[in-house]
């Protein structure tokens, strides 16, 4: 069976300090892909990076980075000087590679960013 | 706009009483997906669409639970009987096959008194 776990129920951190939300999956499948979404308050989910198992490569956008190690099955993502926009719930999800795109999510990281 | 659209954005009803959920997907996208999300977790996968076809649906969709899509295009989620347990956001979801990123719309959020 998949898994997702985000082990931070909650963070909150300061305007422009660096802030990482961790994210653990289980899966037995070989090829699989892992998503971040962002849910601000009005509640849509705001796609943010799709990774699929053979890519390990980190990427960056703008303030936002992600480092994926298929070693430690971690998922982690990274927004560099933080800013209060940035206040959302988090999630991470994954889903096998077998064309439907039926996501397993995370129980979600709240961040809030204070000024 | 022309992102997915979701009604009506929020439903209070009495238990037992039948719910109808529409969700219009974004226009070119032959994927549409149902998911319910309860306070404080993530969302859950319940069924999902290609084109007018119903591929699958998950075991959390109960008997009282029946999605349509009858032209491909709008979707709805109807709840029979409803429950207090059914109190969730109700998310829809479309997406082009070949693509895979999901387009959420906002949500329809059921209270069951």
């Known amino acids: 069976a998949q898994k997702v776990t985000q082990a931070q129920t909650e963070i909150s951190v300061v305007e422009k300090e660096d802030v990482t939300l961790d994210c653990v999956y289980e899966t037995r499948d070989t090829t699989y892909y892992l998503f971040w979404y962002k849910q601000p308050p009005s509640g849509e989910l705001v796609f943010l990076i799709r990774r699929n198992s053979f890519d390990e490569q980190n990427e960056i956008s703008g303030r936002y980075s992600w480092n994926f190690q298929k070693s430690t099955s971690s998922f982690n993502f990274t927004i560099t000087a933080s800013q209060v926009v940035d206040s959302a719930v988090y999630f991470c999800a994954l889903s096998n590679g077998q064309g439907a795109q039926k996501l397993v999510f995370g129980q979600g990281t709240r961040l809030t960013i204070n000024p | 706009d022309t992102g997915v659209s979701q009604d009506p954005r929020h439903k209070i009803t009495k238990r037992g009483q039948n719910v109808t959920f529409r969700c219009d997907p974004i226009?070119?996208?032959?994927?549409l997906y149902w998911y319910r999300q309860t306070l404080g977790q993530g969302p859950e996968f319940l069924t999902y669409f290609q084109n007018e076809a119903q591929l699958e649906k998950s075991r959390l969709l109960s008997d009282r639970f029946s999605a349509e899509r009858p032209k491909g295009s709008f979707s709805t989620l109807e709840i029979q009987r409803t429950e207090q347990g059914d109190s969730a956001m109700y998310l829809c979801?479309?997406?082009?096959?070949?693509?895979?990123?999901?387009?959420f719309g906002e949500g329809s959020r059921l209270t069951v008194l």
């Open positions: 979801a479309s997406s082009l096959a070949q693509t895979g990123e999901l387009f």
């Open positions: 226009s070119e996208h032959n994927r």
